[in-house]
Each structure stands twice: as C-alpha cells, then as structure tokens.
C-alpha cells in the first residue's frame, strides 16, 4: 500500500542552522500538508501546497519557513534559522484531490534543536 | 473561530469496559469531523470519518450539531485500543485538519 515516506526520522541541529525536512508524498496525491507538534501540545497546521503553491499558511509559518516541491516527488520544508521553539515533530500529509476527505500523514520528523 | 476541544488528556479504561472519548468543536459552517488514531511508535491514520457513519473495529462517532460534539465511543474496550485519538476538523478551502490536543486511551487487561 503506498504510503507517505518522511526523511530523517530524527534531526538534530544547533540554534541558527538551516534544516530541510523532505516528504515523499503518494505518487497521484495532488494536496499536501506539513503539520506540527510540539512535545505535549496538539498537531497544528503550517502550511498547504497545491499545484505548485501555497494555498494556505498558518500564523506559526513565518518568514522562516518555506516549502517546496522541486522535483515533482519531493515536497521539502525548510527552517532557515532555527530557534529552540522550533524543536517538534513534523508531520507530512497529502492527499489526492479537493473532494478527497482522507489525508494520508507520515510517520514524522523529528527535530531537535540545541 | 474554528476549534477542536478534547478535554481529557488520558483515559483509563479495563479490558471489556465501554469507553467514550470526548470532542467538542466550534465551526461556523458545516463541518466535516474526524477521529484521527496513533498506535505507539506509527503514523497518524484515519479512524472515522462522520460523513460515513461507519463503524471500525468497533468505534462509532456520532455528529451532534446541537451540542457541537463527536464523541467517539466503544462498547468493550481492548487492549489493542490503546492509542492516542485525535478529533479532527476539516476546513478552508484546501482541506487543512484542525486538530484536537488528544487524548491518550490506556487500556489494562
């Protein structure tokens, strides 16, 4: 069965370094998300991306953050100054269409910043 | 403003006994709710969904517009159950999840 596949599972970085996240979304998916959770609170939404854009962004998806879908496989999240606060788990999801009410996640990321 | 509330953070339950988690929303249209369920050390995934009305491995979730909730609920608990659960709301125009804080069912044999 396909299913979402999230590269590293576990990321370490120190304060003010660049991180890239990458996610394999499924291959005729068309909607994707990336979500986070930070230890102890709830999933919370960043961003979606669709047709090559941003549809939409959270308030936590800052000036910091960008996300892109180079080629056509990968969908990347990138921090590029990290701060502790950054420190979460971070999750990928897609799914293939508008009507599609079922988003399909990944296992998640988890990054550490020290 | 749109919100998910779970308000119990942990549910002990023994093995045979019914369980009922808690969700309440607030959504100024027509929702569309969902029980999310991660099992240790696995990915998120779809448990219900309240536009199916169905009911998986025994789960039922019932939409109340009235009282704004969808609990989810089982008669007898297992201890393959145990899990945290996430309601779910969908909404925007592309589909984000608004996501409840969880709750973590615990239960014993």
């Known amino acids: 069965e396909p299913e979402v596949t999230q590269t590293p599972s576990h990321q370490v970085t120190q304060m003010g370094q660049e991180v890239i996240l990458r996610c394999v979304p499924i291959s005729n998916h068309l909607y994707f998300y990336w979500y986070r959770q930070i230890l102890g609170q709830k999933v919370e939404f960043l961003v979606s991306?669709?047709?090559?854009?941003?549809?939409?962004k959270s308030e936590i998806f800052d000036d910091q953050f960008s996300v892109e879908r180079p080629d056509g496989s990968n969908f990347t999240l990138k921090i590029r100054s990290t701060k502790l606060e950054d420190s979460a788990m971070y999750f990928c999801?897609?799914?293939?269409?508008?009507?599609?009410?079922?988003?399909?996640f990944g296992q998640g990321t988890r990054l550490t910043v020290v | 403003a749109q919100r998910v509330t779970q308000p119990e953070k942990l549910l002990s339950v023994f093995k045979g006994a019914p369980v009922e988690l808690k969700c309440n929303y607030s959504?100024?249209?027509?929702?569309?709710l969902f029980w999310y369920v991660q099992y240790s050390r696995q990915r998120l995934q779809l448990l219900l969904r309240?536009?199916s009305r169905e009911s998986i491995k025994g789960f039922t979730a019932d939409l109340n517009k009235g009282e704004t909730s969808f609990h989810l609920k089982k008669p007898f608990a297992q201890e393959e159950d145990s899990a945290m659960y996430y309601c779910?709301?969908?909404?925007?125009?592309?589909?984000?999840?608004?996501f409840g804080a969880g709750t973590r069912l615990a239960v014993h044999p």
């Open positions: 959504y100024s249209g027509s929702p569309e």
């Open positions: 779910a709301l969908m909404g925007g125009g592309y589909n984000k999840l608004i």
């Open positions: 991306f669709y047709n090559n854009e941003i549809s939409e």
């Open positions: 999801a897609s799914k293939p269409d508008r009507g599609s009410t079922e988003a399909f």
């Open positions: 309240h536009i």
